[in-house]
């Protein structure tokens, strides 16, 4: 045991500088430094969806390791471009299904700025609301995951328990828990309904005392910070060089936020923050997500405080439907009804890339229009598919348990990378 | 985004150093765009990243799309990210689809863009356009062994047959 300590102390002063001797003592005649490829994964309980790892080891330590990716790869894109712009919503949600409502935005805001139509106030906001309870929802799943792989189940059930309060909240407003469809080209399908906002408000302001509570349960937890305290160090101009984006990037230090650098949404209007860390170890990622929970229970508030009166939905007959109320008095509202139902809305040609701030990073959509009412291309930049290429550097060169939960830490959501 | 002004000016300074590199300009719905040459893809995505002044440093993301009918029919499209003036512009290489059994052809960014790694690996896996001097080019998200190139315009949607008692006999 104290042996195993002591292998730890240099594991975190110099990963890199670790050689068999540090861990085995010296090399005797039968010993081996022989390289052994073992596989991990796909199905893995530690890999967070199906992951597999090709993983060259020297003894405990992590020499060089190769992603293999694909194995939930279900062709949403080229479904895509067979139905036409309204019906493909449903689709894109299921790519990352942690953070649906992020597909959601970013489709719709490029179905959005290809036709030029412009989203009504009310809907901004509760864009904005869904997305913060979302992304808080996203670090929730991540929280109670990734401390279970640390060995601390007890954060799994807690962190669950208010993700269920989240997904109540979904179900309030849209009637589904997951996948909700709730945004729609021009707004918000439905206006959120009476009693919600009580409702949510008292979850937002929870939810701060919340994340306090899983504080004290890990920051002073000493596996905890022995695990995760100068684990998987990138430097920021490597994660930059890499692509890297989100609360990885940040936790190096880099204060980039999609949400702060352009504005989308109501997010120019509303007061928060964007927490970094300083040397971009595990920890700092713990951090940096632990306090993204907090700011974003602030922007619901904030959202909730400033929700404008007025539609929720764009008032464009040409792509939103009518209000059910029209149908049977209006004759116009009916054949647009129809038109919208059957064949749906047709697009100019062109095309666009509209990118927001998803919970792991740039989450951008790039969607070409031919002037028929499907798309003729839909192509998401998943921030997980992107993130991955970074695990190879933050894991090389350390333990194989580290690298558990480097890859915890790093958070890939194995739906949005292979879609 | 630069603005339509200002995407000639980048236009004209790149012409400067690399005459006939750009072929042509866009400027659709906010987003500035730059067609170029394919041949001379990584001159202008190097220019764009190190001129000083300019420092377009973050390649946001790379993909293609099949303009089947039109020819030249294959997009590759670079979005690359100024961090410091947070703004986008999009590169755009078209390629001509070589015809029966040939795969087109461009420069692989990986050298410039570490980034690009993989998200080339996706184009090559889905398109069947070859990176040349890409460090791995093999299918990422499809099977090593599968035929075929799915998000082509021309490749049908439809799903694989599932084997069960009643056709194994059909599909083995």
């Known amino acids: 045991m104290a042996e195993h300590e002591v292998d730890q102390a240099i594991a975190f002063e110099d990963a890199a500088a670790i050689t068999t001797a540090d861990l085995h003592g010296e090399m005797d005649a039968d010993r081996t430094t022989e390289l052994m490829t073992v596989n991990i994964g796909p199905h893995h309980p530690a890999t967070h969806g199906v992951l597999r790892l090709v993983v060259d080891l020297e003894g405990e330590v992590v020499r060089d390791l190769k992603p293999v990716i694909g194995y939930v790869h279900t062709g949403i894109e080229k479904s895509c471009e067979d139905k036409s712009y309204w019906k493909v919503i449903p689709f894109v949600e299921r790519m990352d299904y942690v953070s649906y409502f992020f597909q959601m935005q970013a489709y719709c805001g490029a179905v959005e700025e290809l036709i030029g139509l412009e989203i009504p106030p009310r809907a901004k906001y509760l864009r904005t609301l869904f997305l913060e309870l979302c992304r808080i929802h996203s670090h929730l799943v991540w929280l109670g995951t990734t401390a279970l792989d640390l060995g601390a189940i007890s954060m799994l059930w807690y962190c669950f328990r208010e993700r269920d309060r989240i997904l109540d909240l979904f179900e309030m407003a849209t009637g589904q828990r997951m996948h909700t469809r709730y945004f729609q080209v021009g707004g918000v399908i439905e206006d959120i309904p009476l009693g919600f906002e009580e409702k949510c408000r008292a979850f937002a302001e929870e939810m701060p005392v919340r994340v306090g509570q899983y504080e004290a349960l890990l920051d002073r937890n000493e596996v905890f910070l022995q695990r995760t305290k100068g684990v998987g160090v990138v430097d920021r101009e490597r994660l930059l060089d890499l692509g890297v984006t989100g609360p990885l990037l940040r936790a190096a230090g880099e204060p980039w936020d999609l949400r702060k650098a352009f504005d989308y949404l109501a997010y120019p209007e509303l007061d928060f923050k964007i927490p970094v860390g300083t040397i971009g170890d595990n920890y700092d990622r713990y951090r940096v997500r632990v306090a993204e929970m907090v700011e974003s229970s602030k922007i619901v508030a904030q959202c909730l405080d400033a929700l404008p009166e007025g539609p929720h939905i764009a008032d464009d007959r040409k792509y939103v439907l009518p209000p059910r109320s029209e149908l049977s008095t209006s004759m116009e509202s009916l054949i647009h009804h129809f038109k919208l139902v059957t064949e749906g809305f047709r697009v100019q040609p062109g095309e666009v890339y509209n990118a927001i701030e998803s919970p792991r990073g740039e989450l951008g959509c790039f969607v070409v229009a031919d002037g028929s009412s499907k798309p003729a291309r839909v192509h998401f930049r998943d921030a997980s598919f992107v993130n991955l290429q970074s695990f190879r550097d933050m894991a090389v060169d350390t333990y194989i348990a580290d690298m558990i939960a480097t890859l915890g830490m790093l958070d890939p959501i194995l739906g949005g990378v292979d879609r | ?172």
Request: charged fraction near 25%; proline fraction near 9%; charge should be negative.
């Open chain 2, 1 to 172: 985004m630069p603005d339509a002004p200002g995407l000639e000016l980048i236009r004209g300074e790149i012409e400067r150093d690399h005459p006939g590199a750009i072929t042509a300009t866009s400027f659709d719905r906010g987003q500035a765009a730059l067609l170029v040459d394919p041949e001379r893809l990584l001159a202008v995505l190097s220019w764009l990243r190190d001129t000083p002044g300019q420092g377009y440093r973050f390649l946001s993301s790379l993909h293609a799309a099949d303009y089947l009918p039109n020819e030249p029919r294959f997009g590759v499209h670079y979005e690359l990210l100024n961090r410091d003036r947070v703004e986008r512009i999009r590169v755009k290489a078209m390629l001509a689809d070589p015809g029966e059994g040939a795969q087109p052809q461009i420069d692989s960014c990986v050298e410039l863009f570490p980034t690009a790694n993989f998200q080339e690996r996706e184009v090559f896996d889905f398109f069947g356009i070859v990176f040349r001097g890409h460090p791995e080019l093999t299918r990422i998200l499809l099977p090593e062994d599968y035929v075929g190139w799915p998000q082509r315009r021309d490749f049908p949607v439809g799903g694989e047959p599932v084997t069960f008692t009643y056709n194994e006999r059909n599909y083995g």
